[in-house]
């Protein structure tokens, strides 16, 4: 098992395109870090490099702390599981475990001891002499961890492994490989696209755009107190509403959120407080979650919006509103309410918003405000 460091990494292929922007991070001994982004950011470059597949353009990278820019994958000790399983159809489940050891001259007790103990740490052990075509999906993939699994790397690189599944087969195996990965310790980076699936899996997550990581912390974190607009718009399905928004002081001596011709008063907390006469000259994004969005008990309260649309999903409604007197084009805000609510479009309503809940962006995307940890309740 080993740490794995990125340290300054660049990435330029050849034709100039650079896929990574002075990338770091350390990969503790035996985490299981999640590399999230949408397609391009540069997910699959950084496993390649790891795997030694590309060689990085500037900086360093480490496996259990020694330097690997030199070495040849095969020296590397790590094992690739991809998302088209690569397993050789014409062999058995047995021959297809067996084959990286036999290339590795190991002694014929030793592989099949490896071999059961694979076979029986992923439930294939009635499936030994099967062909790769005799399986289900799922079960092509646990060979394919397997054959991973039994050359006991030191790190393991999951690229999409889950992408050809139907989605019911995902959650389950997904479920399965979280629980193997425990079990073994094995130092993992996991690259997904889906941020169900790096939140539910990741000791930590990394999020990417555009070739640079965003931010990387554990998945809670993530959700409540992402480090930029991106972040925030990126993690939560449906994801965070963002919104225009200035910061206004009143004349009490208080601070008006206002959305357009509509205001909210805002308590800022001691964390932040002192900043508020630098942000009232800027151009500000709004975030809340759909869940911290409601419709207000009494009339008078809240914002008035208007219904733009409704999805019953049974056991919640998402609600599509716009805020009215917001600057056109008005943006449409989610709120995701319990049950099934029936609702007719261009119907009235107020809305309200948590307003310690609230996240507050700078016009460079850096977060400013975040929720609870720098908002009090509006006495
Ligand atoms: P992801 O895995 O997040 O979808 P990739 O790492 O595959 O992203 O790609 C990152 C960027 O690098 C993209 O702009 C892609 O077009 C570019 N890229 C990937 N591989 C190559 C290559 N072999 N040659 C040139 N550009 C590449």
């Excluded at 040849?72 to 021959?95: E, G, I, K, S």
């Excluded at 942000?279 to 969005?293: C, D, K, S, V």
Aim: glycine share 8%; net charge negative; hydrophobic share 45%.
């Amino acid at each position: 098992m080993a740490s794995i460091d990125f340290e300054h990494i660049d990435k330029i292929y050849p034709g100039g395109t650079q896929a990574i922007f002075d990338y770091n991070l350390a990969v503790g001994d035996g985490e299981l870090v999640a590399f999230v982004g949408p397609s391009g950011c540069g997910k699959s470059t950084l496993l390649r490099l790891l795997a030694g597949l590309e060689t990085a353009s500037h900086g360093t990278l480490r496996i259990g702390g020694q330097s690997v820019n030199a070495l040849p994958p095969q020296q590397r000790n790590v094992a690739m599981v991809f998302q088209d399983y690569a397993l050789y159809p014409h062999m058995t489940v047995r021959r297809n475990l067996e084959f990286p050891l036999q290339m590795r001259d190991l002694p014929s007790t030793e592989i099949e001891r490896q071999v059961s103990w694979a076979a029986e740490l992923l439930s294939l052990s009635a499936l030994l002499d099967r062909l790769p075509k005799q399986l289900s999906g799922g079960q092509r993939q646990r060979v394919a961890m397997g054959r991973a699994l039994v050359r006991q790397p030191s790190v393991f690189l999951m690229d999409e492994p889950l992408s050809n599944l139907d989605a019911r087969l995902r959650v389950q195996i997904r479920a399965e490989i979280g629980e193997l990965l425990e079990r073994t310790g094995i130092t993992t980076i996991y690259v997904t696209h889906d941020q169900a699936e790096a939140m539910t899996l990741g000791d930590r997550v990394a999020v990417m755009d555009g070739g640079r990581l965003q931010q990387v912390a554990p998945p809670r974190t993530l959700y409540e107190r992402p480090a930029n607009v991106f972040v925030a718009g990126f993690i939560g399905n449906p994801p965070m509403n963002l919104f225009p928004v200035r910061l206004t002081p009143t004349a009490n001596g208080g601070l008006n959120l206002d959305l357009g011709a509509q205001r909210l008063p805002l308590t800022l907390a001691s964390s932040v407080a002192e900043h508020w006469r630098a942000w009232q000259e800027m151009p500000l994004t709004a975030g809340i979650r759909p869940e911290h969005l409601h419709l207000a008990a009494v009339e008078a309260d809240g914002l008035s919006a208007k219904v733009a649309d409704a999805e019953y999903l049974g056991h919640e409604t998402l609600l599509h509103l716009q805020i009215d007197g917001m600057a056109a084009p008005a943006p449409v805000l989610v709120a995701r309410l319990p049950g099934i609510r029936p609702f007719e479009k261009n119907q009235l309503l107020r809305l309200t918003l948590e307003i310690t809940q609230l996240h507050l962006f700078g016009p460079d995307g850096l977060t400013l405000v975040n929720g609870a940890a720098d908002l009090n309740a509006v006495p």
